[in-house]
């Protein structure tokens, strides 16, 4: 069992409880909200903020059946979402994503994009990017679908 559990019962009941603690906290919607995670192996949230943690907040936390820990972050998620969604508009990037501990951008594009002056649009981004290559996208049909699954992601 991983994490010490006894069972894969007794972890589904600390990850719910942690799911249920984050979803308090994003809801909260707090300015400078950059992201949590919920690690079931260490039994707390762990919540990236930008600037001072509201009172409000932390009153909540206190207030939550899982441990909570605050750690700071270079930006909040308002900042990463909207430069991410202005590099995602360029055809060659592959994803962009925020991180979750609010220090950047993760960003995939093709190797060819790189070759082909991706660079120079990278060079454009306002936060710091960590950037891997993938091959380029295939377009899906009925031959090699797949399940849409969606990460835990709350545009505040």
Not at 51 to 65: K, M, N, T, Y
Not at 134 to 152: E, I, K, V
Request: aromatic residues 8%; positive net charge; proline residues 6%.
């Amino acid at each position: 069992m991983p994490g010490g559990f006894a069972s894969w019962r007794e972890l589904f009941s600390v990850q719910d409880r942690l799911n249920a603690a984050a979803g308090e906290i994003t809801a909260a919607c707090g300015a400078g909200f950059a992201g949590v995670v919920a690690a079931p192996e260490d039994r707390k949230l762990t919540v990236y903020w930008k600037g001072r943690v509201p009172g409000s907040v932390r009153d909540l936390a206190r207030q939550l059946s899982v441990p909570v820990t605050f750690k700071p972050a270079r930006f909040h998620q308002r900042e990463m979402v909207a430069e991410a969604q202005r590099l995602a508009a360029d055809p060659r990037a592959v994803s962009v994503a925020a991180k979750v501990d609010g220090s950047g951008l993760a960003v995939t594009v093709t190797g060819k994009a790189l070759a082909s002056g991706k660079r120079d649009v990278l060079r454009t981004a306002r936060l710091p990017l960590s950037v891997s290559t993938a091959s380029s996208p295939t377009l899906l049909d009925r031959q090699n679908d797949f399940a849409p699954y969606w990460g835990g992601v709350n545009n505040c």
